[in-house]
Structure formats: C-alpha cells, structure tokens
C-alpha cells in the first residue's frame, strides 16, 4: 500500500484534498457526493504586469553599510539597510479557479462503500461510492502529453445520473458557452501584496496596467446522457457515463516577453490543443498519460516491511503512525509521495515548483507561494539527482537563466558588481533586487550562487560535459564574477561578504540589541567557497583557458575558515555573537555539509564535530518543528552517518503535519501579522525524499557509500534505481540491518570507489572478482557490478 493514498470520506479543506498536476496544469480533488469541487491551477498564471523597474543603489550608500558594519554598529547597519537599500515584495501565485459538480438525487452524505484514492503508480484520482442501488465512480488525472486535465463519471445499476457542472473564481472573470464548450475568461490582479503586509488595498486592478488574462475550457468528450450548454454551465441528464477535459490558456508567454491580452487569441490556441484531444478521447488520454508518468516515477522503487495497520486508509495508518505504531512502510509512502509531487509539479516547459509546489487556493496565498531561495526552492530538488528525475529539474534550469538575465542589472545597480546576483525572493517576474522588509532575510545576494550548486551538482551525476559547457559554466562563471567583485578585504587581509546575513536570523550586540547585517556569514563563505572549486575543477574538465581561473586561484585561500565558537559548535558569523534564537529553523551554517561537500571527515573531522554539536544544541532548544526544517535534519544526520537521529526526523517529520492529504507543514512564526496561522509548504514534502535516499546511498567525495544511515526501524528493505555521482544506478537489498547485495551499474564508465561498513566483493559482469584498485580508475560503461558482504 506503499503506492496509494486513500480515504473513505470526502475532503472537507484544502489539506485533506488530492493534488494532480502535469507540471504547469493541475488543482486539488475534493471527492466530494451530492457536490463536489475540482480547484485549479496554472504555473503562469500571476499577479503583477512584469513592468516594475529596478531600484539603484548608490556605491556611496553601499559603503555607508560596510563602514558601519566594519566599525560594529550593527543595529545601525540593520536600519540603514532597512531604509535605504531594500525595494518592493514580490508578486504572487494566483489560483485560476474551480470546477463545481452538482448531482441530482445523491444524498450529500453518501458515503456507502466510499474510497477517494490517488494512485501514485499512476497519477490518477479516483472517487466511488453507492447510492441507492448504484456504483458511482470519478477519475480525474493531468495529462502532461496533452497538457490538459481529464474527468470521467461512471454509473452503474438502476437509472442514470444527473449533473450541472460549471466554473468559478476568485479572479475577475465571466462565463459563456458557445454550443461546444462551455468557457470561462479572467485576469490577474495588476499587484498583490503579500499576506504578512497589512493594508487596505492588498488586492489591485489598476487601470492602464493589465495583469495576466487567462481562458480555460470545459469541454464534453462523450456522454450517452442529455446536454444543454448555457452560461450557466454544462448540464447532462440521466447519463450512465460522461467524459470531459479542461484546458487552459493564459497570456504570460515568457520571462521578458510581453503579455497577450487578446481572449481571441487565446481561445484559439485552447482549441487548437483540443482538437488532438477530441481525436483522442478519454481513454486513449489516459493511457499516453500512464505511460508518460510511470516512465519516470518507476525508476525508483523503495520496499520497507508493512506494519500491522499498512493496509488502513492513509487518515487512521498516520493516525496510528503518531501514536507510535511500527510502519516502515509508511516511511515509502512518504517517499514516493514526494516525488509524486516533484513530477506533478514540475516538467519540461513548465514554472519550477514554488512554495506550494503547483497547488494553491488563495488570493494572497502564505509568503506569496513564491520562490523563496536561501533554501526552499533548493530543497524541492534536492531528491531529482538521486531519485533519476533529471527531466523535472529542466524548470529549475530556465529559472536560474531567466535569473542570470535580470540579475546582471540587480549585480550592477544595487551590488555594483559584474556578474549576475538574486537575492532571497524571486517570482514569475524574476525578481532578483532585495524585497522589501527586514535586512534579515531581504538583504542576501548569495540566492544565485546556492541555485548554480544544483547545476554543478547535475553535472557530477550525469557526467554530460555537453551540458557542463553548455548550461552550467556560463552561469557558474557569471555568479563567480559576482562573488569576486562582491568580497572586499576586511582588517584582518581576509576577503569578506559585507553586508552579510545568515537567512533570516540574528544575533545581539554588545549592548544586548537585536541584529542581522553584519560580515561574511558561514553560508555565504561557504557558498563561494564551494563555488570556486567547482569553477576550477570545470577548469580541469573542460580544459578551459579563462583568465577568471587566475582571481578565483588568488581569492580561495584568502577567504575566512570555519570557526568554532566557545561552546564547541560551529559558529554562524565570524564572531561569537550571543544567538537571539538558539533552536532557529534554518541550518544554514550547516550548508557544508549537506548539501554541500565541505565538511567532511576526509578535510576535517574537528568541524564535523562541531557540527554534530550544533545540530545537538539547534534541536535540543526546539529546531526542526517546521517540514522543511525536520526534512533538513533528516539529510544532515544521515551525512554525519546517524540513521537513528536521520529516522527520528522523518518520524517527526511524518507526525508533526495535522494535514490529512500528508502535505507538509510549516507552523505560524510568531510574525504578529493578522490572520497568521499554519500554512502548507511543498519543501518539507520533496526535501524527505532526499534525506530518505541520503540514509540509503551518499556518492560525495568520488566514494559511493552503502546504507550509511540505515536505521533500525528499517531492518529489512531493498530499493532500486538510486543514482550516485559519476552516472551509476544501485539496486540495494539489506536483511536484518546488513547489506545483502547491492548491483552497481556504470552508465559512463566513471571510477568506481565504494564503502560499506564491513568488508565486501565486488563481481563483475562474468561474475568474477573484480579488482577495486582498477574499479577506481575507470570501469566499463554499460556494465553492472554485483556487491557481498564477505
């Protein structure tokens, strides 16, 4: 039951409803009886014009920042900042609107035989219940071939079945049918303001700046019932099936391009999909769709032993979870629900998956559902390298190029550097400037150098030197060009990041005050370190001749080394700054060690420890509460080798969401506004995956490392499909917390270096010894190496 979420009641709330999507098009499912509602979404479909104009700084204002900084006045440094540095908060992600069902003679509280079921394996929805002698039953799923959703009804036993069906929303819009559809046209609000700012007009349409229009489609495909289309909607009467597609259209048409507002237009594009979909129909959609979704989906399988409530619907099995019931097996139902989510949220031609990953129902949705980037969107794609979804990172991709564009202005008008830089927050829009608020979490510019370790990270698992030359150098290259212009030499002949933050935390000064802006955080040090190895190892690779090698060759050793504060832990800023919040959320000191690759045994094992204590005091004062924060630790204790800890997160993880759908959750932050309450945030959902995969198979430092944080909850498992850097796929089997046998296949005939615990052989393709010191040199590509315990 690793592969279905199911429910024998409809949903009530947005939290218990089943997301769909094909990576741009989707909603949420209610399964509802009597009534019934399909909300949706599309990744384009925004508030906001495209039109603002970027803010500059004045190099003197700049210098004003860093001179107080320099001298200690923090707190001042943090107003200055406030006041005088900072610009306007992002747009935000709009929902498009919802489908409503109403039935005829189905008592609204049918739930005879009731199952709502999202098939994992399938990515389809399906709903069935009895009423009064009949079977009724609805499957709904996104077709990402056909880029459109499908819905159908099915009635079996005495008379048929009648319905109205029509659309509705939130945005400004009107209704129509014209004989062959049945048509809804909007348009997003010209501005939102997020909904932590309080304010009388936080909701805009102004004249002469039209937001984004939108058209979506309701159309038949098959009914053996009576149909009338009006404005009212779609009406079928005494129908013992029905079948139907929505698509949509909106006239956001790229990063930089300008906006269609002609309806004409884009209803016309809307029948042009639908005219392949008609000479499809229904079911030959929903085959292509399965074909298309399971390609990617199977390519990892996780088993782990089913508990005694496995077969229980999801609701009463994560009820029992919380009380303590063994169920390993829902550990792979989270699992595999995560990547349910990446590959509905995010595919080719797509937006990346924001804060809500695709599915939002709110006008001025929790921190705008944007992409927040001193980590979340990082997170949603931690688990594509391991997991084989290198297809669902292609958005993520477009974005960090859109963003290259947009930065080189913000690196040049604000940073007064050459390059390209983003800060914390960006949207539809590309937004790469500081957005309004606190210096805290708003003044960051290291957003763009965290995205580009993806792309390098990408590179290490597939190996593609197409793509390496292509895709990432040029963006790496220009971050790099950012961060060597950016660091400024302090007293101590060192380079440094100023104004720095560590994302949205602070400290106190000497006289007890509340501050955030001060120099070289450990992420930012980190992060540029990182990044200048990466440069010249692709230095190494491609065999470059680039005259940024020799700056970044000179600037590496001169900037500032980890520190150790007085306590033993690693020490977030570069003095030992008394912490306002000892259990903060973020980890971000902890960058180096995961993601990251630079705290290591192998390079120190005195910052490992101090990192292992920092995690004790961070999660002894209260870390972890939020997803994606828990989600965090599950990858940082399995890279310090702690399958106990790692597994005690995912539980936390698992348990600490009220939400019935499982979606994670993030708890209100005490940030005063009104109306602040828990919210839904994707990350914690798609960074579990990652940490689970971490517990299983770690590839860093040229060494493929085998089940180096298998927990004890986990005794006996196997999990197939695993990718490792250097392109190698690992099948892996384990009984009673020992390794069976793993199987190793080289895609491109990369080194091969492997550790396990106790002494293993290795058995090449004819089944002989094969000797690990020539498997570190090179192995065969296409060949498969068998993994015993000896």
């Known amino acids: 039951m690793e592969n279905k979420l199911w429910y024998e009641r409809p949903a009530a709330v947005f939290t218990d409803a089943l997301p769909f999507g094909n990576g741009s098009f989707g909603g949420m499912a209610y399964g509802g009886t009597a009534e019934d509602k399909i909300t949706l979404n599309q990744d384009t479909l925004w508030s906001g014009t495209g039109t603002r104009q970027e803010r500059q700084i004045q190099k003197e204002t700049l210098q004003r920042a860093r001179e107080l900084i320099f001298r200690g006045d923090y707190r001042e440094a943090d107003d200055f900042i406030r006041d005088h540095m900072l610009g306007f908060y992002n747009e935000s992600y709009m929902p498009l609107g919802t489908l409503l069902l109403e039935y005829e003679g189905i008592d609204n509280t049918s739930t005879e035989s009731y199952r709502r079921i999202l098939d994992l394996e399938q990515a389809v929805i399906t709903t069935s219940f009895a009423d009064r002698g009949r079977r009724i039953e609805r499957q709904l799923f996104a077709s990402f ?49 997020p909904n932590y700012v309080e304010c009388p007009d936080a909701v805009l349409y102004e004249e002469g700046k039209k937001g984004i229009h939108f058209v979506c489609s309701v159309r038949l495909l098959h009914t053996d019932g009576r149909v009338r289309l009006d404005s009212g909607g779609i009406h079928i009467r005494d129908a013992s099936e029905a079948e139907i597609c929505i698509v949509c259209e909106n006239g956001y048409q790229g990063y930089g391009k300008e906006l269609e507002s002609d309806f004409s237009i884009l209803r016309g594009r809307v029948q042009k999909r639908e005219k392949s979909i008609l000479e499809s129909g229904f079911e030959k959609a929903k085959r292509l769709h399965i074909q298309d979704y399971s390609r990617l989906y199977k390519r990892v399988v996780l088993d782990l032993e089913e508990g005694a409530f496995s077969g229980c619907p999801t609701d009463v099995r994560l009820a029992k979870f919380r009380e303590g019931e063994k169920d390993p097996a829902f550990s792979a139902l989270y699992f595999n629900y995560g990547r349910y989510l990446l590959i ?24 705008s559902s944007n992409y927040t980037l001193n980590i979340n969107t990082q997170m949603n794609y931690w688990m594509a390298e391991e997991s084989g ?5 292609e958005p993520y991709m477009d974005l960090v190029r859109d963003l290259s564009v947009q930065g080189t202005i913000t690196a040049r008008e604000q940073f007064h550097c050459r390059g390209w830089a983003a800060c914390h927050n960006t949207d539809l829009w590309r937004q790469t400037s500081p957005v309004a608020g606190e210096a805290k979490f708003a003044y960051w510019p290291m957003g763009g150098v965290w995205l580009c370790a993806q792309l390098y990270t990408h590179f290490m698992y597939s190996r593609d030197l197409e793509y390496l030359r292509e895709c990432a150098y040029p963006l790496l290259r220009g971050a790099a060009l950012f961060c060597l212009d950016w660091l400024v030499e302090g007293k101590d002949k060192k380079l440094h990041t100023c104004p720095s933050t560590s994302p949205e935390n602070a400290f106190r000064d000497k006289k007890g005050r509340v501050c955030s802006a001060t120099y070289s955080s450990a992420l930012d040090i980190s992060l540029i370190r990182e990044l200048f190895e990466h440069m010249l190892y692709i230095r190494e690779v491609l065999c470059l001749e680039d005259e940024i090698m020799e700056r970044i060759e000179k600037a590496l050793p001169r900037l500032p080394e980890y520190k150790t504060g007085a306590d033993g832990c690693l020490q977030e800023w570069q003095e030992d700054y008394e912490e306002t919040e000892k259990g903060h959320r973020h980890f971000s000191l902890l960058y180096g060690l995961y993601p990251g690759e630079l705290i290591t045994d192998s390079r120190n094992s005195e910052l490992t420890e101090a990192a292992e204590k920092l995690l004790e005091k961070r999660t002894s004062n209260g870390s972890g509460q939020t997803g994606w924060s828990c989600a965090w630790l599950i990858s940082l204790y399995a890279r310090l080798g702690d399958g106990q800890n790692a597994y005690r997160y995912l539980e936390r993880l698992i348990r600490i969401s009220p939400y019935l759908n499982l979606f994670a959750y993030h708890p209100p932050l005490g ?4 109306g602040e309450s828990d919210v839904f945030q994707i990350d914690g959902n798609l960074g579990a995956p990652a940490g689970i995969m971490e ?51 080289s895609e491109a005939g990369s080194p091969l270096k492997l550790k396990y615990r106790e002494h293993v052989m290795i058995l090449d393709d004819a089944g002989r010894p094969a000797d690990p010191c020539v498997l570190e040199k090179g192995t065969v590509p296409g060949s498969s190496y068998k993994v015993f315990v000896v």
């Open 145 to 193: 071939p056909q880029n459109a959703v499908f819905w159908k009804i099915t009635c079996k036993g005495q008379g048929g079945i009648s319905l109205r069906m029509y659309l509705d929303s939130k945005l400004r819009h009107k209704c129509m049918a014209d004989g062959e559809a049945y048509w809804m046209e909007g348009e997003a609000p010209s501005h939102v303001e």
């Open 671 to 674: 940030a005063g506004f009104e």
């Open 695 to 745: 517990m299983l198979l770690q590839s860093q430092g040229g060494v493929i490392r085998l089940l180096p944080a298998l927990p004890d909850e986990w005794e006996s498992g196997r999990v197939s499909g695993l990718c490792a850097q250097g392109n190698f796929r690992a099948d892996i089997t384990w009984e009673k917390g020992r390794l069976k046998e793993a199987v190793i296949c």
């Open 389 to 393: 979804l290198w297809e669902c990172l």
């Open 344 to 367: 509905s949220s995010s595919r080719k031609g797509g937006q990346p998956a924001n804060l809500q990953g695709l599915w939002n129902e709110e006008l001025r949705p929790a921190w």
